[in-house]
């Protein structure tokens, strides 16, 4: 009984440690973890690179085992430390979390998985919420409330994009044709697609006078729409910062945003909402 | 009689499944063409990728023939249950729809004519007039406010821009010319807008010294100018969100934006504008 | 006594007919010059493609005679029916003027100076005047307020921009060298613009992996500082536009902004300002 | 002891002249100092054109001498005048300043320092220091202060970019390989992000149907994203622009923005702010 008591704790003790931010030492294990994540994208990256592979394999080798033997243990140690194993195994990071550490395993018996090892670069994504739980909350939250605001927005307007690039690309394919680069129609769309983002490769890039004046309309055009993302998000911004301005300002309902005249209200007076004592 | 009754009552219903976006079989119609359109230009596109066409060809011509088919149907039905036919097919996506479905049968006696079928893109053009009717309508509504009361700035800009790309497009022709591959004033005019767009393909380039410092110029007047319809499209965009925060707010007349104060009041105060009753 | 009198008629309605666009015959010039320029700068593009001029060179050169002919007349009415004839010729547009019509009749002089002939280009700027006083005014003069008050912001960003060139074009200088195409640092600051504005033509790119590095970083900064001038220009513009909503509301004064609130006010309440009766 | 003080006055005046910007004579040295940097640079980037240091390697030499012992007195005058030298000396300017002067020395004994030279560019940097100081305070301020209030918000988005460039240059390393140019993750990378800032140099570009695919989403992906730095600095330049127009409007707490109703008030009626009165 006793030892179950303080099995139990122990497990407690490690959940905080491990997913816990608020301790002195859920905090070092994160910046420990943050660590070894980076140091494991770098040897990666470097692993890729084959004048340095070829000199520093061995070195390479033996730093990519202990990183996988540490990932191992940290996720056998978050599947033991939490109520329910199954939730965290099948969520997104559980996934990324053991598709880090198996290809190195794999590699042993199997030729050419080691290319897996990339997965391992999805981990670098458990910065943000590394992150976003020690420092940027106010930041990030602001920047994804206008981002999330804006999003069906942007949707209609990146279909748009797609739309045009699929008319403008077929005309470019007809008029310029395979002779001057524009192979096939889905070949003619990438071009677009980079002309209208002006990114401009000149990969491909109109020969004939005519082709040549299509794409100086394209880029226009480009140039032109370019405003309508940014006029979309900088809008959806501002009237955020505005919220949160008028709500250091005055007192004011996190609800609906309308301003708390009694210092004494507990409710809303538009909106009902339960007002949080202020600290 | 009857007989006439039945009829006119099966073309009204024919016209409300085509025409209409309410009913649930009108519903479904549109989303079906938008699969059929989809995949009709789907179709187009591997069709112009050699290899593609040279192993699936039977697969792809078939597929032409009963998209085409389809869309032959679907046209008839349109005339057959619109009461004014003419006004339809000289209408913009009549002559689209005509477009899309004749080329395949002109293919039968004239060789060159499967060019045409790229007309059948133009339909894609349809799916924002069905999206529009189903989901996108306030989103797509204040976008398209913004871009239309920008749409006269953003016409002066354009016209600025061409003015500017001929006049220093001129310049490069005599700084450079035609050994340094800026051909032609229309060429060198091609280039400006490539530079002052920021695409840059890089297919010219500037060679000497001095033609790479007025490059230098033309880019910093691009990066400066690209600031232009960028403000306006934000200021006008946020502007319009504004006008709808009003109206979601307390009650705001539709028409001039004022604020109603009382609750009963059935015209503005301000305009005069009769106000429709909240629901 | 009486002919002198007639005459100065005559010039004064020759003045209202060619500097006047309130008449109708003042408008009908102006149509007729624009169209004139236009046609005269394409005659111009279309002499510098080597294979219109071989085909077509008697008929573009009777152009040239042409227009050179009009604008010779033109320029000689804008002198006799001008008070100040001195003003005029040694203003922006006098020069233009004289620079557009003097190069055809040195052409039969001096061989070579038909590439003077370029400089009628600049006549196109006369397109805005026209077109500002027929239509676009108020457009117009709210993006050139906007612009105007950030001018100085801008000046400082472009000579920021300028300096940060310098800085990393000398440190790329440093570390790629003329081994990979960075001959010079003049060379290399033009490439540190062609890369932090976006552009990026590719004619020069980095080679060294610490190149590239910094090149990353380089244009990261580029991107990043996109925002600068865009969000300096949308706040102008956004300041414009409110000011000038809250002119189209109430009555507002036109020198500091603040509302009129007694309709029979003479004089603004604020800053003294001499108010226009409401039309 | 006379002369001590003699020593000292002499001393005071001297600080005046090089650190201070009040009197003529401290703007007369900024001044002067400035149009030397400048001039300095121009000779730093000119030495490094091979065909102008061929013809014109004497005059170079000797402007760089004259340039180095103008440079070596400012930078002693500037240790004698100051109280602390130590605290110059190890300031940022002061090692800028150090190194622009010693490597024309080191060039007598030791090959190849010239390089070192290079370094004098950054003396450029004081020109914001000057110009800060005499005209565009004003500007600049906002500009920075909007900057500032930006930073973490911009520092978030590097870093997300850093990483969205990491995932995605994996990504197109595995689909492209080496045999395409994508020679190694970093490599991709660098390409990711040439391709996300939408500068694309073109020196490498996907080639296969599906890395071209994927390149299109990273193109509209950085060209949606380019929305972000953008919205966040217009956003907080308005905000900032509108609490110094307030300021300018009536009188306002310089803290808290609230409007000061009464004109004799000596404190914030909302904050207590302690009110500086008007000139």
New interface residues.
Partial sequence: MKTQQAKNKWIAKLHEVIYGTHTPAGRLFDIILLVIIVYS?II???E???WIDQHYHKFLNYSEWVVTILFSIEYILRIISIRQPRKYIFSFFGIVDFLSTIPKYLSLFLIGSQ?LT?FR??R??R??RI?KLVR?VG??N??IR??NASK???F??????A?IS??LG??M??VEG?DNGF?????S??WT???????????I?PQT?LG??I??IV??I???I??????????????G??TA?KMD?GRACTECG?EILRADAHYCRQCGNKLREEE
Same sequence: chains 1, 2, 3, 4.
Avoid: C, R, W
């Fill in positions: 994208v990666v990256m470097l890729s690179v084959p290319y990339a670069i999805l670098l994504l910065v943000f992150l940027f930041e990030s602001n920047l206008a981002l069906t927005k942007i209609v307007f990146v279909f748009f994009i739309v699929i008319l077929t005309v394919y007809i395979p192979n096939s129609i889905p070949h769309v990438y697609v980079v002309t209208l983002t002006t990114v401009g490769y000149g990969d890039s006078p040549q004046f794409a100086t880029m226009i480009g140039y032109g370019i405003a309508v993302p940014t006029g979309i998000v900088s809008a959806e911004y501002a009237s910062m505005n301005k300002a309308s």
